[in-house]
Structure formats: C-alpha cells, structure tokens
C-alpha cells in the first residue's frame, strides 16, 4: 500500500535541510508526496523562493498563503492564525497518511496544529533540542507532543524527548539533515559559484546571517550596529551577507545591512538558496551571525563560526564555535581568532557533535517500516 506523505516547507533554510528527504520520498515507489510551501517561500520581498522548489525538480508542490506583510508580534500571531486555516483546507483535500515537519518555527506549528485536529499522525525532525533565545524553544517542545514520530538528531535529544514523556518506540535517532547535505549534496566549482554570485571569492571572506532574537535577555541583541562597525573595521575580508528570516525586527536588520551594501567587500544576497549556500560555506574563512547553520553545518567544512549573542544558547557546540556578546570589539577579535593559522589547524581536528550524515535514507526507511495508523493514539510515559 502507497503511503501519502505531506512535507511542510516555510523557509528557504527548512526546505534545504529538508530537500535530500524529500527528493528520496519522490523517488521511491512507496510513496506519494505532496510539499506543502508557505512562509517566505511566498514574499517577494525574501526571494520568492517557492521557485526554488521547482528548481530543483520537487514535483506536487501546493502554495500555502499565510505571510502578513508585518514582522510585529501581533503579524506574526494573525499569520499563525491564518496559517492554521490554510492549512487545515489543505490537508483536508489532501487525505495524508503522515505530515513530515522540521524545526521550529511559528509555520511549522500551524501546520502541526491543523494535521492534529485532522487526526493525520506527524512526524517531527530536529526535536528535543534547546534554543533559549527564540520563542522557537517554545515551539519546538510544543511540536514534540503535538508528534506522534520523532527524528531527534542526537541521543541527548533523544533523552530530552523522553523526558516529555514520549514513548521509546516513537523516537528514532537520524543525525543531522544539514551535515547529510554536506556529506552527499554536489558543489558548484569554485567558477560557476563565482559566475553566479557575481563577484570573485579569491580574498578571504566571511559569510555572514543574523536573525531576529525572539527572546532576547538584552534588547540590544536586536540592533545589529556593533556587527556593522565591525564589519566596516574588518576590512581585508570580503562579506557575504545573506538576509534574517520573516520574524519580528527582521526588516530593521535588512535596512541596516543596506547602509554598507556600498562598501566594495560586502555582498548583499537575499537569499543563497540550498545549493549556493552548501558552496559558498566550503570556501569561507569563518561564519558570523547567529544562525543555527554555523553550529550544525559549518564544523562538517572545519570552518569556524563566531555566534553571536544568545539565540542558539542551549545547542551543542564544538569547539570551532566561538560564542560573543553584540559587541563590536568582541567581534573584530573573534574574527582574528578565527581565521588564524593556530585556529584553522585546530579545526582539522574536531569532531561535529551532530554527526555523519545518512540522516535522509534513515528517515525514509523509518516511514517506510512503520505502521503510521498505528501512531494516532499518544500515551504518556512517566519516568523516574
């Protein structure tokens, strides 16, 4: 019997770390698939990057509005709310046998919330994880008893995911989906990234994303000037500077990196999409920001990452990640750190906590293995 999978994409970082699963459910004969794109995906203003889907090749690809074009807190409850209604219209045409989701974000629970009342078990990728320093916590936790399946991608998220009182017959380790990409996913050479990006990486460069802190301890996390002057006084690396996703601040941030996209060493790139991005990272010096990319994925290229501030407080690190406050001098010495001799023979190295890869073949035969009717019951598991 044919299972029908539905998959939620809201952003272009999800759909990246998603893409290998999602390729392979198209491919195997016993599933059918519809990927359900919402989100980002859908604003001209983020890339449209939808097109990206089709790109590379996704077929069944069904558009989900919900984006209000407002980044305040109340914009981003009415787009859950709105989110919520669109999706239980399409899942309701959609007849799934499962909902495959990943992550954390506000799009991922209104998705989670509608497949729950459909009574469509969900299956959860990246559960049991920490981020103390986004509302993305709270939802990711939420997500994991909304779950009937779970794909933590370590044994210590696996621990965290019992002790929400989730049954050990539903939780299966898989390892990273970014680290996957990098262990099986093709470059471009070092030209055709070159062509097109337009402009030439032959000087050191640093590759740079900082998004909103939804749950700042300092409001000041929020003001990204001490990151601009830093950059401004850095000037023998080149920057790539990639766009904050769609939560609350993110306009303020994109108008402020618009005040040195002049400046000759900085490259000002909406969004990279999966593939530029996977090559990009491979000819970098360091990352800087505060996306959850320099902790998974960036160690795998033994490359180093400055993060900044206390979004990804809570996730495990290696010892190529150096933790800094929104400070300017901080910075500018974690960048020379960073890209020193001493530090770039350290990272040869270092063992990424996150793993190996495999993470997308593990989770296809996972789906294809179980009995998904039998997962729409939930018990909870006391533990002493």
């Known amino acids: 019997m044919i299972k029908k999978i539905g998959i939620v994409t809201g952003t272009r970082a999800d759909f990246g770390l998603l893409y290998r699963t999602i390729d ?21 203003e983020y890339g449209m990057t939808i097109s990206e889907l089709e790109s590379k090749g996704i077929s069944n690809v069904i558009a989900v509005e919900m984006l209000l074009s407002t980044s305040s807190g109340v914009g981003i409850a009415k787009s859950v709310g709105l989110a919520t209604i669109s999706f239980a219209d399409a899942f309701s045409h959609a007849n799934l046998d499962c909902l495959l989701i990943l992550g954390d974000r506000y799009e991922i629970l209104a998705a989670a919330q509608s497949a729950m009342f459909l009574n469509i078990p969900i299956a959860h990728i990246h559960g049991g994880e920490v981020t103390e320093g986004a509302f993305d916590d709270c939802i990711r936790h939420s997500l994991t008893k909304m779950a009937n ?14 002790q929400l009182g989730e049954e050990d017959n539903s939780i299966h380790v898989v390892g990273s989906p970014g680290v996957d990409n990098i262990v099986n996913e093709p470059r471009l050479t070092l030209p055709e990234l070159e062509e097109s990006l337009g402009f030439s990486l032959e000087k050191r460069c640093a590759l740079v994303t900082y998004h909103p802190v939804t749950k700042a301890k300092n409001e000041g996390e929020n003001d990204i000037t001490s990151l601009v002057n830093a950059i401004k006084a850095r000037s023998e690396l080149d920057y790539i500077i990639t766009y904050p996703n769609a939560d609350g601040c993110g306009k303020q941030i994109i108008e402020q990196w618009k005040e040195i996209e002049h400046l000759t060493n900085v490259h000002i790139v909406p969004s990279l999409g999966f593939l530029r991005y996977l090559s990009v990272m491979e000819h970098v010096d360091c990352v800087i920001g505060n996306s959850s990319s320099g902790i998974i994925e960036a160690p795998s290229y033994k490359v180093g990452t400055i993060n900044i501030g206390s979004r990804q407080a809570g996730r495990p690190r290696s010892e190529l990640i150096l933790d800094v406050d929104m400070d300017e001098e901080a910075i500018k010495q974690a960048i020379t750190e960073c890209c020193s001799k001493e530090f770039k023979e350290r990272a040869n190295d270092i063992v990424n906590p996150y793993g190996e890869g495999d993470t997308a073949n593990r989770i296809v ?14 018990k909870f598991i006391d533990r002493n």
């Open 24 to 44: 392979l459910l198209q491919k195997d004969e016993r599933f059918e698939t519809n990927v359900f794109a919402c989100g980002t995906h859908l604003s001209p």
């Open 149 to 162: 399946i779970h794909f933590p991608v370590a044994e210590q998220f696996a621990d965290r995911i019992k």
């Open 365 to 378: 035969s996972t789906l294809a293995l179980l009995d998904l009717a039998s997962f729409g019951f939930k």
